[in-house]
């Protein structure tokens, strides 16, 4: 199924809500915070190798609101509160991740998304304060890349000023995510509370304005980086490959929400999916590759170290997620 302008203007529209859910912090994100911090340390980096290419996976904070009804469209939140207790979540509280991710290739440094940027909440926002962690100056980033133009991905592109966060690099952007929220009647038919999504999305990719590349399925971000039409969640969203040598991984960007939901029930629609049905069929596309191939994977939304294996398990998929220990 294709959804049509308005309906997916419907669905984009809970995206927005969703960035107004309350915030807190849970025992088990305490007890990682305690662990992480001991030596004084913080536990928002992970390194790792590609080949010849580094990964630099960066935790930007954790959103924690209670479970709504609704949250997954096609499946009673009795399914889904017993899918997190299964995770040893609690079935109560819905919990979503956030991890950007540096690649150093050579001597080029890219970021691939940026996180919920300045003012985005007590526990939001942390990618700046892990690049510092990680040694990495900002003016040091050569490209940003962007999945998709949801604010989550697409905040920190600038300071609490307006101005670029990241001064000298290049942005390139799908093809796809600026004929939508770029474009004027998109904007002028959008529901009152979408509006703001558009706005951000002139503001924070504006400001690179003399400086911005757009990409589509196929085409080369960087070197060593390939983008991957994973559309549905928004109509241009992409995952991208990295490859150097003969090893590889999949970045999935929002191909799933939280693994414990969508990798386990790759059927399930997100409400933060634009258009549910197609977002479904490119996740179980994109999982299947994952699993047949071996192939390492980073998810925005997996918890940290958001890196690990697919594995298939009956109708639906599991994630191996990556041994963390800290690396500073």
């Not at 025992?27 to 030596?39: L, Q, T, V």
């Not at 690179?208 to 196929?218: E, S």
């Not at 080369?220 to 490959?241: M, N, S, Y």
Request: charged share 20%; hydrophobic share 45%.
């Amino acid at each position: 199924m294709t959804m049509n302008r308005r309906e997916i203007m419907s669905a984009a529209a809970l995206t927005v809500a969703a960035s107004s859910l309350p915030l807190g912090l849970s025992m088990g994100e305490a007890r990682a915070d305690n662990h992480a911090m001991a030596g004084g340390k913080p536990a928002g980096v992970f390194k790792y190798q590609i080949g010849d290419i580094e990964c630099i996976a960066l935790n930007d904070g954790v959103a924690n609101f209670p479970l709504p009804d609704g949250f997954v469209k096609n499946a009673p939140i009795e399914d889904v509160q017993a899918a997190l207790a299964r995770a040893l979540m609690d079935p109560a509280t819905m919990s979503i991740p956030f991890t950007a991710m540096v690649v150093k290739a050579g001597d080029k440094t890219t970021l691939i998304d940026t996180g919920n940027g300045p003012g985005a909440g007590e526990t939001r926002g942390k990618l700046f304060s892990n690049l510092e962690a990680a040694g990495i100056d900002p003016a040091s980033i050569d490209t940003v890349v962007i999945s998709h133009f949801h604010g989550d991905h697409i905040g920190g592109l600038i300071d609490d000023m307006n101005a670029k966060a990241f001064p000298n690099a290049e942005l390139v952007i799908p093809e796809g995510e600026a004929a939508f929220w770029l474009d004027d009647g998109n904007m002028s038919s959008a529901p009152e509370g979408m509006k703001p999504s558009f706005e951000k999305a002139r503001t924070n990719i504006g400001a690179y304005k003399d400086a911005t590349r757009q990409i589509n399925d196929g085409d080369e971000a960087v070197p060593g980086i390939t983008a991957v039409g994973a559309f549905g969640h928004t109509p241009g969203h992409l995952a991208f490959r990295i490859a150097s040598g003969d090893k590889q991984m999949l970045v999935l960007s929002d191909t799933t929400n939280h693994p414990a939901l969508f990798v386990r029930h790759p059927d399930w629609h997100v409400r933060f999916d634009m258009d549910p049905d197609k977002a479904a069929e490119t996740r179980k596309r994109m999982l299947d590759m994952a699993a047949e191939d071996d192939m390492l994977v980073a998810g925005y939304h997996f918890p940290f170290p958001a890196t690990g294996h697919i594995v298939k398990d009956g109708d639906g998929y599991q994630l191996a997620l990556a041994a963390w220990q800290p690396q500073l």
